[in-house]
């Protein structure tokens, strides 16, 4: 199918918006209103272009297949199932892996050892403290989910499915890291990724951010207290996304996080009926690349449209972030996130800078410290 071969990452939203709860905070649920009928579950057909389509184009020995929604688990184990034998008629001897993130509602015995038997790793939406999971995270009549979502825990950790969890820092837990944390522990989740909400209030010209986001040094607090409380003792033990990803960056490599990257657009994703977009935080009109039955996704991700869309977070930096001194590390963080107006200049600036510049700085030293151990081969 396509002419020629490309490195990038495709998730696919197989359930589109449509979800089994409906938290306030969710950037996705607005796509009921762009989509209208447009968009179901995804069908077969495209289940298989899908799946033969991005093994096909991806250059890699290794092909990742990342399962989001809204909630994937509304298309029943049967869909996952048939993705499963896709994936192995169209391997071509190509190791597959397959990671689902859920809010945990659906999950039972079934699901369970059918992600154990497939080697699924499973990311468990949940935000740590029941208070704080149960102001947002609310089922469709109102009712909180956190037990539920618990009890998904406990039995993937019975079928030892391997699993992480997806923490939403907001405006009720921004300034409570540590308790998060060690919730988290608590609930035996040892994978941590702890993701900033900010939205605006579309209506509003002056791009002021919605109740629910968090403070523009809160994330940055967030992070250093659990930061604070990981190096006590769970280096080694604990992986959180973040702490890897800036490691990885003081050893010299580049952020495996598209967030930190200088450049973006190699991260895509396709909704249900395999229309593909720039990035899953872009699935507007605008940002429409073209549809999985009908071109390549190697095409596609090196078309001028999708380059270019990459390049404008490097191209479009604010005068502050070209004179920053993160720079290096940073790299203006993502651009959905800028939002923020500065004098003398149309280019606006990251909502999350004083969270960003707070962590890398307050980290440094101790990410020194880890970088330079592992650069002598001592333990951890």
């Given at each position: 199918?396509?002419?020629?071969?490309?490195?990038?990452?495709?998730?696919?939203?197989?359930?589109?918006?449509?979800?089994?709860?409906?938290?306030e905070?969710?950037f996705?649920l607005?796509?009921?209103?762009?989509?209208?009928?447009k968009t179901?579950?995804?069908?077969?057909?495209?289940?298989?272009?899908?799946?033969?389509?991005y093994?096909?184009?991806?250059?890699?020995?290794?092909?990742?297949?990342a399962?989001?929604?809204?909630?994937?688990?509304?298309?029943?184990i049967?869909?996952?199932?048939?993705a499963?034998?896709?994936?192995?008629?169209?391997s071509?001897?190509?190791?597959?892996?397959n990671?689902?993130?859920?809010?945990?509602?659906?999950?039972?015995?079934?699901?369970?050892?059918?992600?154990?038997?497939?080697?699924?790793?499973?990311?468990i939406?949940?935000?740590?403290?029941?208070?704080?999971?149960?102001k947002?995270?609310?089922?469709?009549?109102?009712?909180?989910?956190?037990?539920?979502?618990?009890?998904?825990?406990?039995?993937?950790?019975?079928?030892?499915?391997?699993?992480?969890?997806?923490t939403?820092?907001?405006?009720?837990?921004?300034?409570?890291g540590?308790?998060?944390?060690?919730?988290?522990?608590?609930l035996?989740?040892?994978?941590?990724?702890?993701i900033?909400?900010?939205?605006?209030?579309?209506?509003?010209?002056?791009?002021?951010?919605?109740?629910?986001?968090?403070?523009?040094?809160?994330?940055?607090?967030?992070?250093?207290?659990?930061?604070?409380?990981?190096?006590k003792?769970?280096?080694?033990?604990?992986?959180?996304?973040?702490?890897?990803?800036?490691l990885?960056q003081?050893?010299g490599y580049?952020?495996?996080?598209?967030?930190?990257?200088?450049?973006?657009?190699?991260?895509m994703?396709?909704?249900?009926?395999g229309?593909?977009?720039?990035c899953?935080?872009?699935v507007?009109?605008?940002?429409?690349?073209g549809?999985?039955t009908?071109?390549?996704?190697s095409?596609?991700?090196?078309?001028?449209?999708?380059?270019?869309f990459?390049?404008?977070?490097k191209?479009?930096l604010?005068?502050?972030?070209?004179?920053c001194?993160?720079r290096?590390i940073?790299?203006?963080?993502?651009?959905?996130?800028?939002?923020?107006k500065l004098?003398?200049?149309?280019?606006l600036?990251n909502y999350?800078?004083?969270?960003?510049?707070?962590?890398?700085?307050?980290?440094?030293?101790?990410?020194?410290?880890?970088?330079?151990?592992?650069?002598?081969?001592?333990?951890?």
């Amino acid at each position: 199918m396509p002419t020629s071969k490309a490195y990038f990452h495709l998730m696919a939203k197989p359930s589109s918006y449509h979800c089994n709860i409906k938290c306030e905070y969710c950037f996705y649920l607005e796509k009921e209103h762009i989509f209208q009928h447009k968009t179901e579950f995804m069908s077969d057909d495209v289940l298989k272009h899908y799946i033969q389509n991005y093994i096909d184009s991806h250059a890699g020995e290794q092909i990742d297949f990342a399962w989001q929604g809204g909630e994937p688990t509304l298309l029943g184990i049967d869909f996952f199932k048939q993705a499963v034998k896709y994936q192995k008629q169209f391997s071509k001897g190509k190791k597959i892996t397959n990671s689902f993130q859920t809010n945990g509602i659906a999950i039972n015995r079934q699901w369970a050892e059918f992600f154990k038997v497939n080697h699924f790793l499973i990311g468990i939406s949940i935000d740590g403290l029941s208070a704080i999971h149960n102001k947002y995270r609310i089922s469709v009549n109102g009712k909180p989910t956190f037990e539920r979502v618990k009890s998904a825990v406990e039995l993937l950790n019975e079928f030892q499915v391997d699993f992480n969890t997806l923490t939403v820092v907001n405006d009720q837990n921004w300034n409570k890291g540590k308790e998060t944390y060690l919730a988290l522990k608590e609930l035996g989740s040892t994978f941590m990724q702890f993701i900033p909400v900010v939205e605006i209030n579309r209506r509003d010209e002056h791009y002021s951010v919605t109740d629910f986001s968090v403070k523009s040094d809160g994330y940055g607090r967030f992070l250093v207290d659990v930061f604070n409380e990981w190096i006590k003792q769970d280096i080694g033990k604990i992986f959180v996304i973040e702490f890897d990803n800036l490691l990885g960056q003081w050893l010299g490599y580049p952020s495996n996080n598209c967030v930190h990257r200088e450049t973006c657009g190699r991260t895509m994703v396709v909704e249900s009926n395999g229309d593909v977009y720039s990035c899953d935080h872009y699935v507007y009109p605008k940002h429409y690349i073209g549809n999985l039955t009908q071109q390549s996704l190697s095409n596609m991700v090196n078309s001028k449209q999708q380059i270019s869309f990459g390049m404008e977070k490097k191209t479009k930096l604010s005068p502050l972030c070209k004179s920053c001194e993160l720079r290096p590390i940073c790299h203006g963080g993502c651009p959905k996130h800028r939002i923020v107006k500065l004098p003398n200049t149309p280019i606006l600036h990251n909502y999350l800078c004083p969270s960003y510049q707070l962590f890398f700085r307050e980290s440094a030293v101790k990410m020194r410290e880890i970088a330079q151990r592992i650069r002598q081969g001592n333990s951890l």
